[in-house]
């Protein structure tokens, strides 16, 4: 993995999981690193064929469960799902929201 990118993700992971020890933050970086990508092509030509794992924010194990928040629920009630727009549109959207540790 290579830095910057790589260690603003490791910054928003950590954030978003209330890390308390260096424990908890060696194991966000190996659970990021276990679970990166090793599936690219090698194509700059130096010679090297060492492959490190490329940063996979789409991968669920690393991404949906530290920065989704449980404890909020989020409702839109319009537009409406599937709802096709023109282009330049004006949307105006509905819903509520709720932090379920406020309303304890």
Do not use: C
């Amino acid at each position: 993995m290579a830095s910057p990118h790589a260690a603003g993700a490791l910054a928003l992971l950590a954030s978003a999981r209330n890390l308390n020890s260096a424990a908890d933050v060696a194991e966000l970086y190996d659970r990021v690193q276990f679970n990166g990508n090793y599936y690219w092509t090698i194509d700059s030509g130096d010679g090297e064929d060492d492959k490190e794992p490329l940063l996979d924010v789409s991968d669920t194990a690393i991404s949906v469960s530290a920065l989704i928040p449980t404890n909020h629920v989020v409702t839109t009630t319009s537009p409406l799902e599937d709802s096709i727009f023109t282009v330049k549109s004006t949307i105006d959207f509905a819903g509520t929201a709720t932090d379920i540790e406020a309303a304890a």
